[in-house]
């Protein structure tokens, strides 16, 4: 995961100082300066946690040090076969928390989860009472994607601002309520309604347009929005300190360049990641 300021890019987390490499990341939320949670594209050994980590899983990673040495260990955060995650329909491919904390996720196909008819294109939240290896909670319909006309799209990334407009990627060419993109783009539903009767209308613009900065070959597979001064610190230093535009924190499936033109969005931190990128 990669930090751009507007200028340059420079490391976040690199998974492969702490025992990942090869993993792909389906997803991942900052949950605090200090604590990382991630997902994975498939099931995973993880450093420090005994049984092998599924797709349906959820990891925290508690960092004494981020950035190009990336130092800190790994714990379960979510067990996915705990609260009905356990088919090969149920993978989590795209996860946030909600400012409740409630955990929002999108499965990877068409099930049932709970007492709940879920499609790929829909998202559905989680009220834990507990979580980790005792991982427990109800599920309730959070956005209902053909409702708002989400059908035949797969949600492959998700984050909820402070003014509960939801951020999402899909994962492949889309074109809904007036905008289209690619599966590096991110756009924005802004609710009316949510639940089994969700409703509302979608920007008209991208909020992300990946071919900006040279990752048109890539796709996203995740991405959060946190202030910026709620980065961890990075390589010993100081924390990103708050500044109107947002900085951008990626990783891609390709090698790529980025440039900072036009980058003038909403003033919080974009942290966009997909697969691991040499730069």
């Not at 409740?100 to 499965?107: C, F, K």
């Amino acid at each position: 995961v990669l930090v751009f300021d507007g200028v340059n890019f420079s490391m976040l987390f690199d998974g492969s100082d702490v025992g990942l490499a090869g993993a792909k990341l389906s997803g991942f939320a900052l949950l605090s300066p200090t604590e990382l949670l991630l997902s994975f594209a498939s099931a995973e050994s993880v450093p420090g946690i005994a049984d092998i980590v599924d797709d349906s899983d959820i990891v925290k990673f508690t960092g004494t040090q981020f950035g190009s040495d990336t130092q800190g260990s790994f714990e379960l955060y979510f067990d996915g076969s705990d609260v009905d995650l356990d088919g090969s329909a149920e993978d989590v491919d795209a996860f946030a928390i909600l400012p409740d904390g409630r955990l929002l996720v999108s499965i990877t196909g068409s099930s049932t989860v709970g007492n709940l008819s879920v499609r790929d294109d829909d998202l559905i939240a989680l009220t834990p009472t507990s979580l980790g290896e005792n991982t427990a909670g109800s599920w309730e319909i959070y956005l209902d994607g053909s409702d708002v006309g989400l059908s035949g799209e797969d949600v492959h990334g998700v984050t909820v601002g402070v003014n509960g407009d939801i951020y999402l990627n899909v994962q492949n060419d889309f074109a809904v309520g007036g905008v289209a993109g690619d599966d590096e783009d991110i756009f924005v539903f802004r609710p009316t309604t949510l639940g089994n009767s969700s409703s509302g209308t979608f920007a008209s613009t991208l909020y992300f347009d990946g071919s900006d900065f040279g990752i048109s070959d890539a796709e996203l597979t995740g991405f959060d929005l946190v202030p910026a001064n709620s980065l961890p610190l990075r390589d010993g230093g100081s924390a990103a300190s708050a500044q109107a535009s947002p900085m951008f924190l990626a990783s891609s499936t390709a090698t790529t360049s980025a440039s900072k033109d036009n980058f003038t969005k909403d003033p919080e931190t974009l942290i966009p990641a997909a697969e691991p990128i040499p730069l």
